[in-house]
Every structure is written in C-alpha cells, then in structure tokens.
C-alpha cells in the first residue's frame, strides 16, 4: 500500500532564500529515506506556507521518516527546522491512502 505524505510549516521571513537553496538537499535527504515522487509547494495565499508531498511504501516507512523529522536525533533536521517558525513543533506531518471509489455504490 502506497501512502501519499504532506509536510507543512511556515518558514521565517528572513530564512526564506536560505530555506529555498536548501531544497535540493532536502528532497535528496527525503529520497535517500525512501520517499519517492518529491514535490515542494508554495502558499498562493499564505505568503511563507510550504508543502512537500511524497509517497512512502507504506505506514511503518511513514512511521520511521516522521519521528526522524520530529526528533532531535539527525543534525540535518534539526537544522532545517531552524527555518521554521515556532521550530519543530510548528512541522505538521500528515498521511494519506486513496480511497479506491470504483467499487463503491
């Protein structure tokens, strides 16, 4: 089972083109993790409001990568989180799985 994954946060106004160079890094710590089809987002409408999706192979993948992110155990998340406002605690990880409608009625 595939999960689709979102990651949202708020970046610091004065972190922001520092945050924006650090993307390339961050999708290849998010693929060397497992994550696959890695996209970023921006807010339209919420200025410094980003999303990053991916797909992980299934919950106990997710389950792995989310407690990396919120912990203070990898020195790479710990210093993406310094990007963020409010830090670690303002990281909002979220999974989903498809509902699957072709056989519902």
């Known amino acids: ?3 689709k994954v979102f990651v949202e946060y708020k970046v ?3 972190r922001r083109e520092e945050y924006l160079n650090s993307l390339p890094q961050l999708r ?3 693929e060397s ?3 696959l089809n890695v996209r970023f987002f921006a807010g ?4 410094l409001l980003y999303v990053e999706e991916f797909f992980v192979s299934g919950m106990e ?3 792995t990568m989310k407690q990396a992110r919120i912990s203070q155990a990898d020195d790479f998340w710990v210093e993406q989180s310094k990007h963020v406002e409010g830090g670690l605690q303002k990281i909002h990880i979220w999974a989903f799985s498809e509902i699957e409608t072709e ?3």
């Open 1 to 3: 089972m595939s999960i």
């Open 12 to 14: 610091k106004p004065e």
């Open 28 to 30: 290849q710590k998010l």
């Open 33 to 35: 993790s497992g994550a």
């Open 44 to 47: 339209t409408d919420q200025p």
């Open 61 to 63: 993948q997710y389950e």
């Open 103 to 105: 056989n519902r009625k």
